[in-house]
């Protein structure tokens, strides 16, 4: 078992800067690829980003790439998502992922472990 919690969300403004954090227990976090989805109301969970058990290799959904960057720092057992230059179709409730690296894709999972979620609103 591994039990993730997010944290880090708020309000920004479109153009503005957040970062969210997920801080893992239970097994050892080095050993799962880490996962970011986001879901807004009325929409289905989507991809965003996910970054290998080492941090040697990151994978990003179009709509983000070149604005977020996952990161992980496995000495504290946390995953990052920096998140830059945000627009509103960005606000949902972001969600961090593990998966066992022996059996896992970074996008594809498959992701058994899931935080609560951490509220992410742009406004315009």
């Known amino acids: 078992q591994v039990q993730l919690v997010e944290s880090g969300g708020g309000l920004v403004q479109a153009g503005g800067s957040l970062r969210v954090s997920c801080a893992a227990s239970?097994?050892?976090?080095?050993?799962?690829?880490a996962g970011w989805f986001r879901q807004a109301p009325g929409k289905e969970r989507e991809f965003v980003a996910a970054i290998s058990s080492s941090g040697g290799s990151t994978l990003y959904a179009d709509s983000v790439k070149g604005r977020f960057t996952i990161s992980r720092d496995n000495a504290k057992n946390t995953v990052y998502l920096q998140m830059n230059n945000l627009e509103p179709t960005d606000t949902a409730v972001y969600y961090c992922a593990a998966a066992s690296r022996t059996i896992a894709t970074l996008k594809g999972g498959p992701y058994n472990y899931w935080g609560q979620g951490t509220q992410v609103t742009v406004s315009s």
């Open positions: 239970g097994r050892t976090f080095s050993n799962y690829f």
